[in-house]
Each structure stands twice: as structure tokens, then as C-alpha cells.
């Protein structure tokens, strides 16, 4: 493989294509697959206290993501989701916005690498970044949505062809797309109740782990973190001495 050819021969040919595509169903699958080895990873870790799993995974996460910058066509991940979808209808599009998008992905993982699994050293800012991972490839598997693919059509100022779910093409959407007024209003109430009640959760159930812990304290203002301190200290308080009168 020459430079060029790395550089401008990326993807497939395949005919009634004006460019090189991928088989986006493959991307997406591989994508879940990631995605749910990296659920996995966090319960492991954090119910079994095991750190290999995730040093294993990140370590796989980073090897991925650069065989795809070099050729989606032997990154485990992009076979692994070929063998599950084979006899789906393929569904092309453009390969240059993926493989930019999965630069970003590596770009993510190389830090992971050094913090998590050459040199362990973990924290919750860092963890965020194992979360962006996984809500990235939700984000892909589920909805077809690869934020990659916008950060390169806004950095190259060229709208890209053959985009995931046909949303580079303008179009009208069709009637089933359309919400009526119940619709709308059943998404909002759902919507508003997974926030709230992901609040309510945070903000007023014991956390049970440091994680848990750090967004229990992220949820709550100052007076609402003092209000707490002082009850668990009077708490203390009575359990230490009772309601002895002095």
C-alpha cells in the first residue's frame, strides 16, 4: 500500500458510487459490539474490583480503532459486525467522514491507553472519557447518528456524500416522520421524566460507590451539600452519645 493509496483509496468501490463507501450496517454493528463490551467492562470493574478487564478492553479499543484508520476491512470489530449482518441488505455510505470520525475515536483511546492501561491511574475525569467513548458508539448503533461524520462537514465546509441514514441529502420528511400533537406531547412528559427522575435518583438516593458519590455531590447545590454534611453530623452526634442530657 503506497501513500496514496492509504491516503485517497480508503473504503471500497463499489459501482453506482461516484466515491469509495463502507457498509454502514457493519460499522453499526461493530459499534454496538463495542459498546456493550464496554458496558460489561464498567459493571466487572466496579461490582468485581477486576482492572484487567478494562486494561484488556482498552487495550483492544486502541489496537481497533487503528486498524480502522488504516482499513476497516481488518479492525476485529468491523469482522466481528461483517459475520453478524452478512445477510442484511448492505447499506453504503461514505468512507472518508467514518474514517475520520474513527481518527477521533483513536485519538480518544491513546490517552486511555497511557492512563488505564500502561500506567494505571484512574480518576473521574478520566473515566468521563471511557463514557464519551460508549456514548459515542450508543449513539451510532442505535441511531445511526456518527458525530464525527458532522465535526468533519464542519471542518471541511463541504457537505459529505452518503452520510449515514441519508441525512447529508435534502429532503422533505415523509408523513411517518412526522409528529402529531399526542405524539409530541408523549415524548416531552417522557423526555422530562427520564431527567427528572435521574435527578431525583442522584440527588436523594444513598450513593453506594465513588462514582456514584461524585454526581450525587455534581446534582446538589452548596446549601443543599451543607444542609446534608450538618444532618449526617448530627446524625454522628446522636449516635455517639444518645439523648444524654449533660
Given at each position: 500500500m503506497n501513500l496514496h493509496s492509504f491516503l485517497w483509496e480508503y473504503g471500497e468501490k463499489v459501482p453506482g458510487y461516484d466515491i469509495r463507501v463502507i457498509n454502514e450496517r457493519e460499522a453499526r454493528a461493530a459499534a454496538g459490539i463495542l459498546g456493550t463490551l464496554g458496558m460489561i467492562v464498567i459493571f466487572v470493574?466496579?461490582?468485581?474490583?477486576?482492572?484487567?478487564?478494562?486494561?484488556?478492553?482498552?487495550?483492544?479499543?486502541?489496537l481497533d480503532f487503528t486498524a480502522r484508520m488504516i482499513s476497516p476491512n481488518y479492525a476485529p470489530s468491523m469482522l466481528l459486525?461483517?459475520?453478524?449482518?452478512?445477510?442484511?441488505?448492505?447499506?453504503?455510505?461514505?468512507?472518508?467522514?467514518?474514517?475520520?470520525?474513527?481518527?477521533?475515536?483513536?485519538?480518544?483511546?491513546?490517552?486511555?491507553?497511557?492512563?488505564?492501561?500502561?500506567?494505571?491511574?484512574?480518576?473521574f475525569y478520566k473515566v468521563l472519557i471511557c463514557v464519551l467513548c460508549l456514548v459515542l458508539t450508543f449513539l451510532e448503533s442505535a441511531f445511526s447518528i456518527c458525530v464525527g461524520c458532522m465535526i468533519y462537514k464542519a471542518i471541511t465546509k463541504d457537505d459529505p456524500q452518503h452520510c449515514p441514514g441519508g441525512v447529508c441529502e435534502i429532503r422533505q420528511k415523509e408523513p411517518i416522520q412526522m409528529f402529531n400533537?399526542?405524539?409530541?406531547?408523549?415524548?416531552?412528559?417522557?423526555?422530562?421524566?427520564?431527567?427528572?427522575?435521574?435527578y431525583l435518583f442522584l440527588a436523594y438516593e444513598e450513593p453506594k460507590t465513588f462514582f456514584g458519590e461524585f454526581l450525587h455531590e455534581t446534582v446538589l447545590t452548596e446549601t443543599q451539600l451543607q444542609k446534608e454534611k450538618d444532618a449526617a453530623y448530627q446524625k454522628e452526634m446522636e449516635a455517639e452519645f444518645g439523648d444524654d442530657d449533660f
Open positions: 470493574g466496579i461490582g468485581f474490583n477486576h482492572i484487567i478487564v478494562a486494561r484488556v478492553y482498552l487495550a483492544f479499543l486502541f459486525g461483517k459475520f453478524v449482518v452478512q445477510n442484511q441488505k448492505p447499506e453504503y455510505v461514505g468512507a472518508m467522514q467514518k474514517r475520520f470520525a474513527w481518527t477521533l475515536g483513536w485519538l480518544i483511546s491513546l490517552p486511555m491507553l497511557w492512563w488505564f492501561v500502561i500506567h494505571w491511574d484512574i480518576n400533537p399526542v405524539q409530541k406531547a408523549i415524548t416531552a412528559l417522557t423526555m422530562v421524566g427520564l431527567i427528572v427522575g435521574t
